[in-house]
């Protein structure tokens, strides 16, 4: 290679033709934010020969080749909790297709706006590393980037507190009534005596 050359160098399996092969057929690309992280599902769906193939986080989840009926459902699992997803494909006309994710039996947009009702998210750097916090509301289970952390609950004067480390981290989601019915509780999240803005997903 000679040098001041700009063209790129590629891995065997990066070379751009592996790369265009593979995602020739990808027709959809989601995000969806659960409790332990946010999971990127592709899916590939060949309208000639009626493949279909699931990726989760970069993962072949699922590949069926050859599909005489290309309109149908795909259904598989999205991160530690084994939650259900399901990709809808559906003619539109002639030959086009429209694909829809459900999450739980419920369309994307639905589960997210029932999920933003039912966790809170924080987001922070500690360490030098990122972090992502998420409480569930109905179970008061505490996820760090994945991982559901080891919990103390305490009842203090004003509502109560779930105690938690992260590294040498001290931290806590203080639980206190808004005083006002449709508010319900304020869930803030305490590291080392500092409150962390909450992220709305």
Partial sequence: MASGDDSPIFEDDESPLYSLEKMTDLVAVWEVALSDGVHKIEFEH????????????GKEEIRKEWMFKLVGKETFCVGAAKTKATINI????????????????????????????????WVLRLDGEDLRVVLEKDTMDVWCNGKKMETAGEFVDDGTETHFSVGSHNCYI????????????IHTLIVDNREIPEMLE
């Fill in 174 to 185: 203080k639980a206190i009534s808004s005083g006002k019915r449709k508010e319900g509780i």
């Fill in 90 to 121: 559906d003619a539109i006309s002639g030959f086009a297709y429209e694909y829809t994710l459900e999450i739980n039996g419920k369309s994307l947009k639905k589960y997210m706006e029932n999920r933003s009702k039912t966790t809170n998210t």
């Fill in 46 to 57: 060949g309208t000639t020969s009626g493949k279909r193939v699931v990726y989760v986080d």
